[in-house]
């Protein structure tokens, strides 16, 4: 029997602009067949989805997530000790609540040993695409995750093993972290010559590769380096924040996916001495909109993820507290709905299939209450959520809802 569904607003997002006059979008097995106006007729039959004020869009696509980390404190430093049940378990409440949200393809890049590509395609969860652990070194940032190595002929077998399970992504660890006590944020973890066999080694096997950087230097070896993608993007030294006009072009004109992984839930006042190293690692939310800022003048692409999983400041599904801090930091209404949708369909490889309201992709799709053109929290009320053209269960709120969007400069919040 073929399922057909109509979903109809009056307002409509079509991930890269906004339709005239909303949408009336048809799905048959799972596929947008067309997308006509929202006054059109729906066709004898169809079931209709459709709920007053609200506003039409892809479903989100959230470019950072950690599904293996469920999103409460100390989340990272649990994942060596879960036991196979207990990692699948929550993976798969990881991605429940990335749906509820209206999240409907996350980006995972980074899960203990490879447990979440065992996740990509489950019927009635959101699409997954997956690193398999971080190449990191040996004790390093992320090292509990299983892709920690040391030398050349390791980190060769480390992207041959990537490729042999069929990972979508190469993610590498080009810096420290915050979340690994005994690394060093503001310290590269790998030479410009081992970046590049990273690089030339999975580009030859056809994937991409996305670098953690928070330090300058990182940044600068990574962009060298060649990579597809850098998360975090925190460009810290020990002068603070910098970012050289050189680097800001290179980041431009090579199309580098820059993802700043904002936003986050509130969280009571941090103590002063976290208050402090965020200060210096450059990840006050002041902080962050400045360079957010640079890169939106120097015209980089920048690609909405929110590293969920890590902390109880990074629950799952709260992307579109990422979506609205990068359009307060200055990316424009359209661009910040596009990082979620259009461009990180891009970014993710799915360019033709997902992120956009156009025949032939996958229906996907997510109804919002209220109009986010005049205001953006409305993307934090998802009204329903359409999954490969089934309307998925309904929910009351998701975590962005619940705990309030992150915008004071008094909380603070952290980052891988
Ligand atoms: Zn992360």
Known sequence: MTARLAVRAERAFDGERWIRDGALVLAENGRIVAVEPATAPVPSGWQVVEHPGSTLLPGLIDAHVHLSGDGESGALDRLADYRDAELDSVVETSLRAQLAAGVTTVRDLGCRRFAVLGWRNRPGLPAVVASGPPITVAGGHCANMGGGVSGTAQLRAAVEERVERGADVVKIMASGGVMTAGTDPFQPQFSLD??????????????????????????????????????????????????????????????????????????????????????????????????????????????????????????????????????????????????????????????????????????????????????????????????????????????????????GSTTAHARD
């Open 194 to 407: 081992e970046l590049r066999l990273v690089v030339d080694q999975a580009h030859a096997a056809g994937l991409p590769v996305t670098a953690h950087a928070h330090a300058l230097a990182a940044v600068e070896l990574a962009v060298a380096a060649g990579v597809d993608g850098i998360e975090h993007c925190t460009c810290g030294s020990r002068d603070g924040f910098r970012l050289p006009a050189g680097l800001l072009n290179s980041l431009a004109a090579l199309r580098i996916a820059v993802c700043p992984t904002l936003g986050g839930v509130r969280v009571p006042s941090p103590p002063p001495h976290l208050l402090e190293f965020l200060r210096g690692v450059g990840l006050l939310p002041e902080q962050e909109r400045h360079r957010v800022a640079r890169f939106v003048e120097g015209g980089v692409r920048l690609v909405s993820g929110s590293d969920a999983g890590i902390g109880e400041f990074k629950p799952h599904g709260v992307l579109p507290t990422s979506i609205i801090a990068l359009a307060e930091a200055g990316a424009g209404l359209d661009a910040a709905l596009a990082s979620a949708t259009a461009v990180a369909a891009d970014v993710c490889g799915l360019g033709r299939s997902k992120g956009r309201l156009r025949a032939g992709f996958d229906a996907d799709l997510l109804l919002v209450d209220g109009d986010p053109s005049g205001d953006l929290t409305a993307l934090t009320r998802p009204a329903a959520v359409v999954l490969a053209g089934q309307r998925v269960s309904g929910h009351a709120g998701s975590a962005a809802q619940d705990a309030g969007v992150l915008t």
